[in-house]
């Protein structure tokens, strides 16, 4: 009997291309995680990785399925297990556990599990796939975000979860949704994200015009450069004279936006229709009344937000606006797959309170000398 990497070689790996999963479709053990740091000197955890992922219309579209292979003496049911954590990891509906003889199938989507001969086709997981998100019409266009390639960055390939953000937004969109919204913990990378949807959405001609929005400066420079592929279509709005308007995509932050000229807003120098897209970025951190009446101006556009703040009591009309996200990315996510490092909070109580005002009882009470200037 074979061992587990001999059945995958002999045994998997021909029903595979009997069915059509020919190398360009298949992901096989691919690590998609780094493996969790478990102490000061950087030792990690195992990364993890599934046996093989399967694509559609190649590894640079949609992933559509895990699969598990086991060593040919064992049941064909044994990895359906990990097959499924892996399935809800990397957010694809169809999970398989296979000895290279018989099957396994899970179909998240009917919530039905059977056993199988051999795989279905990529056009028939495909299909399966379009109809089971309700994209069947959208999805027949001739240019489809969904599988149009990603940006191809060498020093920084797509993560897993990265992956999972950009369908679950596009899918969204491409469903008619224009509110959508990203929560994603700090460091794991909300600008790459938003780069690639619009990057998807621009070259599918989806959308034209781009509003990144930012309430610091730094933001909006890092913004800018981190969009270069679009080169010079991109523009920083940093005052009120001249803006080029023939440009596609603008980085600004909601200050300039806000400031006058002649008596109107800058936002208001543009027609309410002209970006099909706005991303609001960290848009926790000012929240819904900040933003409201630039987004409100221009609310025909899709209205993409990113945070790394789960929703509570100081967020919710964020949350409001927007609705549940699309996807979340957890701290505790990021840190249990090492790609964030375990952090201590540590809590600091100080005598300003929350709208940065001292407050004078207080610090009266610890000995403090108050003097008001005649």
């Given amino acids: 009997m074979m061992n587990e990497e001999e059945t995958r070689a002999q045994l998997v790996d021909p029903?595979?291309?009997?069915?059509?999963?020919?190398d360009d479709k298949v992901?096989?053990?691919?690590?998609i995680t780094n493996g969790m740091i478990i102490n000061e000197s950087g030792d990690r955890l195992p990364p993890r990785k599934p046996d093989y992922i399967l694509y559609y219309p190649d590894?640079?579209?949609?992933?559509?399925?895990?699969?598990?292979?086991?060593?040919?003496?064992?049941?064909?049911l044994a990895g359906m297990q990990q097959a499924k954590e892996y399935m809800e990891r990397l957010g694809v509906p169809f999970a398989y556990s296979t000895n290279g003889h018989k099957i396994e199938e899970y179909d998240d989507f009917r919530k039905i599990q059977r056993t199988l001969?051999?795989?279905?086709?990529?056009?028939?997981?495909?299909?399966?796939?379009?109809?089971?998100?309700?994209?069947?019409?959208?999805v027949e266009e001739e240019e489809n975000p969904l599988t149009y390639p990603y940006y191809p960055f060498p020093d920084k390939p797509i993560r897993y979860y990265q992956e999972v953000a950009v369908k679950n937004a596009i899918e969204a969109i491409l469903k008619g949704r224009k509110r959508i919204l990203l929560t994603m913990a700090t460091g794991s990378g909300k600008t790459y994200v938003a780069f690639q949807i619009a990057w998807k959405l621009y070259k599918t001609k989806k959308v034209r015009r781009i509003l990144y929005l930012v309430d610091r400066i730094f933001l909006r420079r890092q913004a800018h450069?981190?969009?270069?592929?679009?080169?010079?279509?991109?523009?920083?709005?940093?005052?009120?004279?001249n803006i080029p308007k023939h440009k596609d995509i603008f980085f600004a932050t909601y200050q300039t936006l806000y400031s006058e000229k002649d008596g109107k807003r800058v936002y208001e120098l543009f027609d309410p229709d002209f970006f099909d897209m706005v991303i609001i970025d960290e848009c926790h951190r000012s929240g819904w009344k900040r933003w409201h009446d630039i987004l409100r101006y221009f609310s025909d556009a899709i209205h993409l937000g990113l945070t790394a703040t789960p929703k509570r009591d100081d967020n919710v009309d964020t949350y409001a606006y927007f609705g549940d996200p699309v996807y979340d990315y957890p701290m505790r996510q990021g840190i249990e797959d090492g790609f964030l490092a375990p952090c201590e909070i540590i809590r600091v109580f100080t005598n300003i309170d929350k709208?940065?005002?001292?407050?004078?009882?207080?610090?009266?009470?610890?000995g403090a000398k108050i003097e008001v200037p005649p």
């Fill in 15 to 22: 029903k595979l291309r009997e069915s059509g999963w020919t």
């Fill in 27 to 31: 992901q096989r053990e691919r690590f």
């Fill in 59 to 76: 590894k640079s579209g949609v992933p559509l399925a895990v699969i598990e292979a086991e060593a040919e003496s064992k049941s064909h």
């Fill in 117 to 138: 001969d051999k795989f279905p086709t990529p056009d028939e997981l495909w299909k399966r796939y379009v109809e089971g998100k309700g994209l069947t019409k959208t």
């Fill in 225 to 241: 450069d981190a969009f270069f592929p679009f080169g010079t279509a991109r523009v920083e709005l940093v005052g009120s004279e």
């Fill in 355 to 366: 709208a940065g005002v001292l407050s004078i009882t207080e610090a009266r009470s610890q």
